[in-house]
């Protein structure tokens, strides 16, 4: 292997260091309340500010996932049908599930992985109350037409923004606007604070369910967290969780915020130009459609073609490149039907695509080896075929 190339590249990585390190110090030894606090209102401020959205609520959780779920929870009652993508991680249709609410599998546009607007269009019914585009690869895909569909059907949409914080579209932040969009913090998204999320919405009434929701659906106590106090005599009206953030993660989170605009995200758009560079001529590999203007990457998916994929996923293993595959599609697993409704644009698409290492620690060194390490794989598939 190349010199300049570790042994093994990683996927994806947590990148915190240091002033992650003093934060959270700072929240145990100064603060001292590890709870949720005010550590977790300032976080929420200074994601508002950074969304450009004063007129929109931000409500911090403990997960993506979380975030999701509250927000269907807001917007649905059992029984009612979502329409979202099947190729999406199973957070999505298990949040959905969780709310009571059921998740119709969709197909996806195989030149983005976003939703196929036309198939979810087919899927209506009199139950369907709500739309989730999930941004696959930070790619929002034509959401601009899915609001349309909404608003013209009398949907609700869920941006399921997992994948797409400090993106844009149409020069506009993806949470700046819209509905009410879901953000996941885990600690490979493009900023994380450990574990987290944050739902971000206009409407009052739902941010109002959601911030209650969190905190086992008593009313009103996120006011009294954040001025230091509990809530004692209490009145509950909804179910609720125990999806809170802490002060704790709430502090990584707002020194990765920082980090952000200068580092993370400028890093992570010149890795992915750099694939899309060394990668477009290359033989038997099929880039997604993005605009590196408008996305910061999460993730480096492409399609590998001829039926190839898991032969190259093994020969970069080998060569110490760890790759992975984004995501067995939801309709195939049992609990959401194992696969009595085919979906073959997604099940064609699952079998192609490979996820290559993508985060702010990758070099551009090790960029160019595993894309050279790619075009050896097929110029050797030449050769045996022509032998």
């Avoid at 797409?164 to 604070?193: E, P, Q, W």
């Avoid at 994929?309 to 093994?314: K, S, T």
């Amino acid at each position: 292997m190349n010199s300049q190339i570790s042994e093994r590249l990683r996927l994806s990585k947590s990148v915190v260091g240091q002033a992650e390190a003093e934060a959270v110090s700072r929240v145990i030894l100064e603060d001292g309340y590890l709870g949720m606090g005010r550590e977790v209102a300032a976080f929420e401020q200074e994601l508002q500010d950074f969304l450009g959205c004063s007129d929109r609520q931000v409500i911090c959780v403990n997960s993506g996932t979380a975030a999701l779920h509250l927000a269907v929870q807001a917007v649905t009652r059992p029984g009612d049908e979502v329409l979202v993508q099947s190729l999406t991680f199973v957070a999505s249709f298990q949040a959905i599930a969780a709310a009571g609410a059921l998740p119709v599998a969709c197909e996806v546009d195989p030149e983005t992985v976003t939703l196929d607007l036309a198939d979810a269009r087919r899927r209506l019914t009199p139950k369907t109350r709500a739309v989730m585009p999930v941004h696959y690869g930070s790619n929002p895909g034509d959401l601009d037409a899915i609001y349309e569909f909404a608003n013209q059907q009398d949907l609700r949409v869920i941006e399921d923004a997992a994948h797409a914080f400090g993106c844009l579209h149409g020069g506009r932040k993806i949470g700046s606007f819209g509905d009410i969009v879901c953000f996941s913090f885990d600690g490979i998204k493009n900023i994380t604070s450990g574990e987290g999320g944050a739902v971000v919405t206009k409407d009052p009434q739902v941010a109002r369910r959601i911030r209650d929701a969190r905190l086992l659906g008593v009313e009103k106590d996120t006011e009294k967290r954040y001025a230091g106090q509990r809530s004692w005599d209490f009145e509950v009206h909804h179910q609720g969780y125990r999806y809170h953030m802490s002060n704790v993660l709430a502090a990584i989170g707002r020194v990765q915020l920082r980090r952000f605009p200068g580092e993370f995200g400028p890093k992570r758009v010149a890795l992915a130009g750099l694939y899309r560079q060394l990668l477009r001529e290359a033989p038997g590999v099929c880039l997604l459609a993005a605009d590196l203007r408008e996305i910061v990457p999460h993730i480096q998916p492409v399609r590998v073609l001829a039926g190839r994929r898991d032969a190259l996923r093994e020969f970069l293993g080998s060569q110490g490149i760890e790759t992975g595959i984004h995501y067995r599609p939801n309709h195939l697993l049992s609990f959401f039907g194992g696969g009595q409704v085919p979906l073959p644009v997604t099940e064609k698409l699952y079998g192609e695509l490979l996820s290559l290492p993508l985060h702010p620690e990758v070099t551009e060194a090790e960029v160019r080896w595993i894309c050279s390490r790619i075009i050896d794989f097929w110029r050797a598939e030449e050769k045996e075929t022509l032998s």
